[in-house]
């Protein structure tokens, strides 16, 4: 692993912002990046705590069927949560999403 500082994250995302709609942190304790990179105006999946790897995976799994299947970005996201709930219910608040600088409530 390494760290990146803040700035540099947002100096990559600037240049994608136009394009990129859905960035996912998929680490531990993302969700302060999540909502810094969210203020560029994308959503962003982060975690708030500690999250194990198959949580980390579940989520993603149940959010890229969710958009495969044609729902939007909140609905996938919602759907992720679901995945990671059924596998590990204890985790499943620590996914976040955010969007303007603001978390979402899904």
Same mark, same amino acid.
């Given at each position: ?9 947002q ?14 942190l998929?680490?531990?304790?993302? +969700?302060?990046? %999540? ?9 962003? !999946?982060?975690? =708030?705590?500690?999250?194990? $790897?198959?949580?980390?995976i ?9 958009? +495969?299947?044609? %729902? ?9 949560? !679901?995945?990671? =709930?059924?596998?590990n219910? $204890? ?16």
């Amino acid at each position: 692993s390494e760290i990146v500082n803040l700035s540099s994250l947002q100096r990559q995302f600037k240049q994608v912002a136009g394009h990129t709609q859905l960035v996912i942190l998929n680490a531990c304790y993302s +969700a302060d990046l %999540a909502r810094e990179i969210s203020k560029l105006g994308m959503h962003v !999946a982060g975690h =708030n705590m500690e999250i194990t $790897d198959t949580t980390a995976i579940r989520f993603v799994e149940g959010l890229y069927t969710g958009l +495969a299947s044609g %729902a939007d970005i909140p609905e996938a996201f919602s759907d992720g949560k !679901a995945y990671a =709930n059924v596998h590990n219910p $204890d985790e499943s608040h620590i996914i976040e999403i955010w969007k303007d600088g603001k978390k979402l409530d899904i």
